[in-house]
């Protein structure tokens, strides 16, 4: 039996440079992921962490397992449960696993496939599915005509 995954690929009209920051810089993310930004140093086994819009409020956290830039990130990625603060090392085994690969296409653009695995059930898919359909898409939009809407649809 296959593991649950959440799988979404897409081209965006974008450079590898302009698609990579976007993806790793909190001052980019906040301006299509609903505010929030991330955190890293993007060197395997660092952390990566997810702040709630302005705050310092640490709402999602997990540690770096790969970043060949610009063609792949990939990182493990779980809610921070109440009462931690979130600087701690994430328990791996509640997190699940966010991989991104990146490949440039030809006539221009980048070819996006996000895939969220490690799912603790086929349940999750669609659950996991609406939480990233609208950040990919204002992802995309910010890239293409830089037109990011915020909050992003649905998460107002």
């Known amino acids: 039996m296959t593991e649950p995954e959440f799988v979404h690929e897409t081209e965006i009209a974008t450079s590898p440079l302009r698609l990579w920051e976007a993806l790793t810089e909190g001052d980019v993310t906040r301006r299509y992921w609903s505010g929030r930004r991330l955190e890293s140093t993007w060197v395997p086994g660092s952390p990566i962490r997810f702040y709630d819009g302005s705050s310092e409020t640490i709402t999602h ?80 939009s910010l890239l293409e005509n830089d037109n990011a809407q915020y909050p992003a649809p649905g998460n107002s």
């Open 61 to 140: 956290h997990g540690v770096v397992l790969e970043a060949d830039e610009p063609r792949r990130l990939s990182y493990t990625f779980r809610e921070v449960p109440e009462g931690e603060d979130g600087l701690t090392d994430p328990q791996e085994d509640a997190a699940t696993r966010v991989s991104v690969d990146l490949d440039q296409i030809s006539g221009g653009g980048m070819r996006l496939r996000l895939t969220h695995d490690r799912l603790a059930s086929p349940s999750e898919v669609d659950a996991v599915g609406a939480e990233w359909a609208p950040v990919l898409t204002n992802l995309q």
